[in-house]
């Protein structure tokens, strides 16, 4: 079992900064090692879309063109853990940010997913 757990959402305004981090645990925890890791993000009325991967072994990130020099991936694997640095926060990146793993680096069909952590951006 793997579980997800998002952390570090919150309001800020245009302009600022937040780091959201994401924690696995579970029994088969370790084995996310092995696993591309992305944030996603829905905003209402919109569909779902991946922000950002970065490869199992750390060499390579993917990133949505509208985040691209903005955000960082970053992922520490003795600690099971994925991070999310945004940077120049606009309020067109308000949304619901999700941890999830096992997709490839365009986010497709990943196996787990967190349970989501609100990011506002008021203007």
């Known amino acids: 079992q793997v579980t997800l757990v998002e952390s570090g959402g919150g309001l800020v305004r245009a302009g600022g900064s937040l780091r959201l981090s994401c924690a696995g645990s579970?029994?088969?925890?370790?084995?996310?090692?092995?696993?591309?890791m992305q944030w996603f993000r829905q905003a209402p009325g919109k569909e779902r879309e991946v922000v950002a991967t970065?490869?199992?072994?750390?060499?390579?990130?993917y990133y949505l063109d509208s985040v691209k020099g903005r955000f960082a991936i970053s992922r520490d694997n003795a600690k099971i853990t994925v991070d999310l640095q945004m940077n120049s926060l606009k309020p067109e990146d308000t949304a619901v940010y999700y941890c999830?793993?096992?997709?490839?680096?365009?986010?497709?069909?990943?196996?787990?997913w967190g349970q989501g952590t609100q990011v506002t951006v008021s203007s």
């Open positions: 970065i490869s199992w072994n750390d060499r390579d990130t």
């Open positions: 579970g029994r088969s925890a370790r084995n996310l090692i092995n696993y591309n």
């Open positions: 999830a793993a096992g997709g490839d680096m365009r986010g497709l069909r990943p196996h787990y």
